[in-house]
């Protein structure tokens, strides 16, 4: 089981498709006559909370340049668990037959996945209270309380989910510290669920087009005998199995006392 190298990205998918769904929201400011004097998309960075509070303690100078931009929106991993109430027959598979140029047609098959829940973090911080707002209600009108992305989830396997993003819990925090001319940190944390499946290693085989059965008598003796061998083969021999063809079916006999060995296809 162990030992197979196999990566699909499925974790990381996930994490890029949550990310895009906040990575246009837009800010705009207005003077007190209603007139737009500032429009800006609002920046998007994986990363902790407290990084990015540490940036702001590190440069409290609200004058200086190369001080962090806000608002600003963050988001990181808290949990990954084993989601039960979505488990799959684990026996079952999925099929697809692929075939190229170079070789005949082969049969990829998987195991059905298995469920998993990530939860994410995602972090709002202004130092207006306007600022947050108008983020904030850019985003929770999308989650009642979940919102569906759908992700390439097995390209091999041409296996397109739906991922739902739920929204769990919403806490406000002001962060101030320090004195009156230190910069001020409003902070909404929002909590998401994300419902995806992980994937095993896929298996080919081949079409198999040659059926061998040998029959033997004299089963109570202890080596026993062939006598007789029934082989079937399509016909044409080129043909797939969505092909239209018929079989070829030969029998032999024998009175030697050989044996067919399966992996040279030998007499022995």
Known sequence: MLGQQFYHETIRKVI???????NNIQL??????????QSMKVP???????????RLRQDPDLASKTAITLPRIGFEIQNLSYDPSRKL??????KKVKS?????????????????????VLYVL???????????EQILPFFQPDYSITINDMPDMDIKRDVPIVLNSISYEDNYQGEFEQRRAL?????????FYLY??????GVIKTAIVDQYTDLPDNSPKREQRYTVTPKPFTADFDDDFGFNETTSFFTDAKDRNPNTGEDE
């Not at 095993?200 to 085989?205: E, N």
């Open 126 to 136: 202004a130092k207006q209270s306007d600022d947050a707002l108008q983020i904030v």
């Open 187 to 195: 902070i909404y944390t929002m909590s998401f669920t994300c419902k």
């Open 200 to 205: 095993g290693p896929v298996t080919s085989s």
């Open 44 to 54: 998007l960075a994986y990363g902790p909370k407290e990084k990015f509070l540490t």
């Open 89 to 94: 027959n684990r026996v079952q598979k999925f």
């Open 16 to 22: 890029v498709g949550f990310g895009t769904t906040f």
């Open 28 to 37: 705009v400011r207005k003077d007190n006559s209603g007139n737009i004097v």
């Open 100 to 120: 190229s140029a170079s070789q005949s047609k082969q049969l990829d098959t998987q195991f059905m996945p298995v469920p998993y829940n990530i939860e994410i």
